[in-house]
């Protein structure tokens, strides 16, 4: 593994906050000016530049979640007895109380289970549907050229609670009752907010405090709670409880469900008690490529998922070892493979319910070395076309737990946009999801908006299996970030000899501005941003190839993961230096 040496150098504050990006000029002259300098970690002694931390180990089950106190609630729910699921379930619950920045009981979830009973990995679907009431004609008829972000015209079903539930009823061990009894103790008696999380929640609240119940649920005297201050919220604990004593239908079908759509009703909404009693979750078959001896599995569209299956395929015909880690051709040619899978993406992702969609085309190899061929070594290209393989051929939460049965789960769970569409339902204690805005409202278009139709998602869970059998269960959160930097975990880790948690906190390359499945078309090569960490020498190449290269802060993601050792029977966790998260074992 190449690790070069750093630049050395401050940039403005303007430019450290994230708050302007960088001209590719600017970006060479303070290069210029740089020396070189190791990077934060390289004193480890155990020589691993990147790792902030060594990876966990632990023989009978392991958790990883972005805050540390669900992290342990994954563990007491298996030291009393609960499985994988039981245990995910549970942190999951407990991070829609604690991490309202990312997930929520208003929101969809997506898992793939990898049971060990029947040998097999599942795949969960569970994310909700437009409002049937609501038709592209009426959008239309408002003037609107897309989806608003926030209010009530972008609320979709929740599909979360659904997803426990059918989580629960395939494969679930302990009750109900005593997997959300923690959520419920800590929203109740409350819990001390982290960092990060206080961060984003402080961001939130000028954007989202007229939207009706968000500040008498979510603030504390009008103002988001600081770090290391306590917070609580009895609202979620009563909706909590109903659902452990009355199950799925007591959110679907009962008060809960009744007070959702009143509340919709009563402020321009369209989301009805119909569209959340018709509302259920589909049980899908993974897909996965074959990467450098191992398997990465996705889940199929409405979601993103096999974008980063496309990118592997795209990027298995270069030999990126030799390249080097931070180097200017490996960075180029990921680029580059990204910017050919997203216009793929814009054009083809969609809810396969509305869509004939040519999945199994996307993610050959065939096709990959087709699009690959596109890929000038010496430029960068303002934008590429989408490929049509039928014709060729004829702000989130990522939780990982494993238990000592060997089940592993992979779960991911979002509102969007952080805190979702700021609409806080009477005294229900969450926010409702704003994925309707990922909907284009371009006729035509395979993800155009349409009653009882799911949108394009951008989250996705992960997991790597070497000839069938399970190694590593892991997710990163962050919108478009996420097949990008799901295909970086892997090559760090395969073609660069990283370990777990060396792999997630290495520095990250992110392109921004590729065509979107809500209509935006790229037509300047978009924005390469760059973690701290990559060589002066390499971003000063990729600027000579036509890069626009900037810095942004927040926008890297957040990795969990868990893999498994099946040799000497132990678990190893990761947990990344981006989050407020934590690893842990027992």
């Known amino acids: 593994m190449k690790i070069a040496t750093l630049p050395l150098f401050r940039l403005p504050a303007p430019f450290r906050h994230g708050r302007f990006g960088l001209p590719a000029l600017v970006t060479g002259l303070l290069l210029e000016l740089g020396g070189s300098v190791a990077p934060k970690a390289a004193d480890r002694i155990t020589g691993r530049p990147f790792a902030t931390r060594s990876e966990v180990l632990a023989r009978h089950g392991m958790a990883a979640t972005s805050q540390p106190l669900a992290t342990q609630v994954a563990l007491d729910i298996l030291k009393s007895g609960g499985n994988a699921i039981d245990a995910a379930i549970a942190a999951n619950a407990v991070l829609a109380l604690m991490e309202p920045t990312g997930c929520g009981l208003g929101g969809d979830l997506f898992a793939i289970v990898w049971h060990d009973g029947s040998k097999k990995l599942y795949g969960l679907n569970a994310s909700g549907r437009s409002p049937a009431s609501l038709s592209l004609a009426e959008l239309k008829r408002r003037g609107l050229e897309k989806i608003p972000p926030y209010g009530p015209l972008p609320v979709t079903v929740p599909g979360a609670v659904d997803g426990w539930f059918e989580l629960h009823r395939r494969f679930g061990k302990l009750p109900m009752s005593r997997i959300l009894e923690p959520a419920i103790r800590y929203a109740e008696e409350g819990f001390p907010v982290t960092e990060l999380i206080a961060y984003y929640w402080d961001r939130s609240v000028p954007i989202l405090r007229k ?139 969609a809810d396969p319910d509305f869509a004939n969609l040519p999945i199994q085309g996307l993610i050959s190899k065939e096709y990959a070395a087709r699009r690959r061929k596109l890929i000038d070594p010496h430029r960068a290209a303002r934008r590429y076309d989408s490929g049509n393989p039928a014709l060729d051929q004829g702000d989130t939460i990522y939780l990982t737990v494993a238990d000592n049965q060997r089940n592993m789960v992979s779960l991911i769970q979002s509102n969007y946009r952080g805190m979702g569409s700021g609409m806080t339902p009477d005294g229900l204690g969450f926010i409702l999801q704003d994925r309707g805005e990922l909907f284009t409202l371009e006729e035509g278009h395979a993800n155009v908006y349409a009653p009882k139709k799911r949108p394009f998602h951008t989250i996705i869970p992960a997991f790597v299996t070497r000839d069938g059998k399970p190694l590593m269960s892991f997710g990163v959160m962050g919108g478009a970030t996420q097949p990008q930097a799901h295909a970086q975990i892997l090559i760090h880790w395969l073609d660069f000899g990283m370990n777990l948690q060396e792999a997630g906190d290495a520095p990250r390359i992110l392109h921004q501005g590729s065509s979107q499945p809500t209509g935006e078309v790229m037509t300047d090569g978009g924005r390469l941003v760059l973690e701290t960490g990559i060589p002066y020498e390499s971003i000063r190449e990729l600027v000579q190839k036509g890069h626009q290269v900037g810095w942004a802060v927040g926008t890297y993601g957040g990795y969990q993961a868990i893999l498994y050792d099946a040799e000497q029977d132990v678990y190893y966790g990761a947990s990344e230096s981006r989050k407020d998260g934590q690893a842990a074992g027992y």
């Open 211 to 349: 939207w009706p119940g968000f500040l008498e649920i979510f603030t504390i005297d009008g103002r988001a709670p600081r770090k290391g201050e306590i917070f609580k919220n009895p609202a979620l604990a009563s909706t909590l409880r109903k659902i452990a004593s009355g199950g799925r239908d007591a959110f679907y079908k009962g008060e809960i469900a009744k007070t959702i759509a009143a509340y919709m009703k009563r402020n321009g909404g369209f989301l009805s008690y119909e569209d959340l009693a018709s509302h259920r979750s589909e049980w899908v078959e993974p897909l996965g490529v074959d990467y450098r001896g191992v398997t990465l599995w996705e889940l199929p569209p409405n979601g993103q998922g096999i974008a980063a299956l496309q990118i592997l395929n795209i990027l298995e015909g270069f030999d990126l070892a030799a390249m080097g880690f931070g180097s200017a051709d490996y960075i180029h040619r990921f680029v580059e493979a990204k910017k050919l899978v997203f216009e793929d993406r814009a054009r083809w992702y």
